[in-house]
């Protein structure tokens, strides 16, 4: 597999990542008993923090890697594995 690939894929893995994890550990107002600000919304995080969400995106995202980078080398996994057509009968026309 060239670099590029690598690099382009993992990519890939990182915002999907990223997507993943935003959720996890932020706190509305209500939540933290904190006013809400005139303007914001009442669902809005107050404990926003990239930093975070991207330090953890990056270790999902390598260990997601990984599993494919090595299903790729070794082959755990093919295309055919995934051909579920072999689970239905072939209909008559």
Do not use: K, Q
């Not at 550990?25 to 107050?46: F, K, Y």
């Amino acid at each position: 597999m060239r670099w590029t690939s690598i690099s382009a894929i993992y990519c890939l893995f990182w915002v999907l990542s990223a997507f993943l994890v935003l959720p996890f550990g932020v706190r509305t107002p209500d939540e933290d008993n904190s006013a809400v600000a005139r303007g914001h919304a009442d669902s809005a995080p107050v404990n926003f923090n990239p930093r975070r969400i991207a330090r953890r995106a990056t270790v999902v995202s390598l260990v997601l890697f990984a599993l494919y980078y090595f299903n790729y080398v070794n082959g755990w996994i093919t295309a055919a594995d995934l051909d579920v057509s072999r689970f239905y009968p072939e209909r008559p026309r």
